[in-house]
């Protein structure tokens, strides 16, 4: 890997495909994850759903409100070519749950709601709580990311995953099995 | 939203190089180097930018450690002070200059020249008038395991960032992603590039 990291490397289709995974697993394993070191999170599309054209950056179809991802609108727009380009989330490790956007190419972190437990008080204080969950929150979606990755370049993903999500794409009166 | 309070935006840095034994005193004259100064002319335009306190962007003084050395952690901001002159302003205000020029010396039109030096002297009456539009950016740099958030996510102001910390520490801030957690994982990144987009089109047919 160069100095200037792997976000110099990918193509811009890699941070896509993991929101459109990261929709998609939700939904299908109604928001539960195992993380690599067999600890369980929980993983929801919130309430903010960007996609946009592939080849073109600027976001076209912005989806806000209670479980965008559940919409015919949504899946609609996947069907028919559209990608995520940004996604909110809520993440419960434990007892803390996160509420954050991933935005990108960069898979950047934005608008990052953090469970901390020392709201007011002594600088030092608040600042360690702070950049502990920061900390954490960067971990679990670095965690969630490795887990895309490796299904994302194993022999499944072509095999069984697209063809999942393009099930899971259809609509709910023609799909007949209700997802 | 920022560091110590709200939602949390920004980039996400390494940092590359490593923090000297003893690094407060050098790092205070450093940052005092690098302070945010305001122009001494109020007719002074454009921008001028450096680093000041999370705790009062007025405070732009480094010495006393207790106020942005908080264990390893350092804390503190990025300032931009821009002052600029309303454009639609300045025209309508010069086009009254010019007319009562005309008037006062009995000319059709105000020579080239002269239009010149009436823009000049307004915008500098303007600008001594004006206050600066000022922004302020939280930094938190991890000194132990050498990362450092910046609360801004557009170009413009990470690429300043980036300058001012090289020029102020002598440490570059590289962009770091989850993406670069990847490099962990041998093999990994160089196979994802190798894939190409998934087409999840007419799902199901």
Known sequence: MSEEGATELLPPHISADFYLWLWYSSEVKNGKFTLEDGSALEVYLDDRLALRETGDDRPTTLLTGDSPGTTPEARAAVSGGKVPKELRLLIRREDREYHVTLRGSRVGIAQAKLPTQVKTGEVLEVLLDRMFVYEELHWLVAALLRQFAVERVSESWRSSVVPAMREWLLPLDASGSGG | ?205
Request: glycine share 6%; hydrophobic share 40%.
């Open chain 2, 1 to 205: 939203m920022g560091i110590l309070k709200g939602a949390l935006s920004g980039r996400r840095y390494r940092i590359v190089g490593d923090v000297p034994e003893g690094f407060t005193d050098d790092y205070i004259h450093a940052l005092n180097t690098n302070q945010l100064r305001e122009p001494q002319s109020p007719t002074h335009k454009g921008e001028v930018a450096g680093w000041c306190q999370v705790h009062n962007l007025l405070d732009v003084d480094f010495q006393d450690i207790n106020l942005w050395l908080y264990n390893h952690y350092a804390l503190f901001a990025l300032r931009v002070d821009k002052k600029t002159v309303p454009a639609k302003l300045l025209r309508a205000h010069l086009q009254k200059r010019m007319e009562a020029w005309c008037k006062q010396n009995n000319r059709p039109k105000v020579p080239a020249a002269v239009k010149e030096e009436l823009r000049e002297t307004l915008e500098l009456e303007m600008l001594q008038k004006t206050l600066p539009r000022v922004q302020t950016w939280e930094i938190v740099w991890n000194m132990t395991e050498q990362w450092a958030v910046f609360t801004n996510d557009s170009e413009l102001p990470n690429e300043r960032f980036q300058k001012l910390f090289l020029r102020t520490f002598g440490l570059r801030a590289i962009p770091w992603s989850p993406l670069d957690e990847l490099a962990g994982t041998e093999g990994l990144p160089e196979a994802l590039v190798s894939t190409g987009a998934t087409d999840v089109r007419g799902g199901g047919r």
